[in-house]
């Protein structure tokens, strides 16, 4: 049943995923994003990205995806510009469960696990 779940769950999540418009508005008020520099991967974009082609497994856990998908603070300011741009993503959660569904995957070493 569990095994069940996580597959509606994953699908969801996607779904939700699928509906950021890539606009980046996001981007730049990520304390990650800025603290890094720059690095798009470090962003509330970069994350949810990575989460998406991680859980379709066009990318495989390396030591700086796993990095990035755990140093978000879940502050939220991602959130407050993505909602006053009109498209209302709840980043933080979609991040939390992101990491749910992956931290299965993380912890049998990533590379050849499956969901
Ligand atoms: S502001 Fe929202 S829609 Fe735009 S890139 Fe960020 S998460 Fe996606
Ligand atoms: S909640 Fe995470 S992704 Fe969003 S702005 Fe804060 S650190 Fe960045």
């Known amino acids: 049943m569990a095994v069940n779940r996580d597959a509606s769950d994953r699908e969801r999540l996607l779904d939700e995923i699928a ?24 962003s509330s974009f970069g ?3 990575i989460i998406k082609y991680l859980l379709t497994g066009t990318l495989e856990f390396d030591d700086s995806l796993t990095y990035c998908l755990y140093s978000c603070l879940q502050c939220g300011r991602c959130e407050v510009m993505c909602k006053s741009k009109g498209q209302h993503l ?7 469960r992101g990491r749910r569904l992956l ?7 990533g590379k050849h696990a499956k969901l």
Not at 90 to 96: K, R, T, V, W, Y
Not at 103 to 109: F, K, P, T
């Open 19 to 42: 509906k950021c418009r890539s606009c980046r508005f996001c981007v730049d008020v990520c304390p990650t994003y800025q603290a890094s520099g720059g690095v798009e991967s470090a």
């Open 90 to 96: 709840d980043i933080c959660e979609m991040i939390q």
């Open 47 to 49: 994350r949810l990205q």
């Open 103 to 109: 931290s299965g995957r993380l912890a049998r070493g």
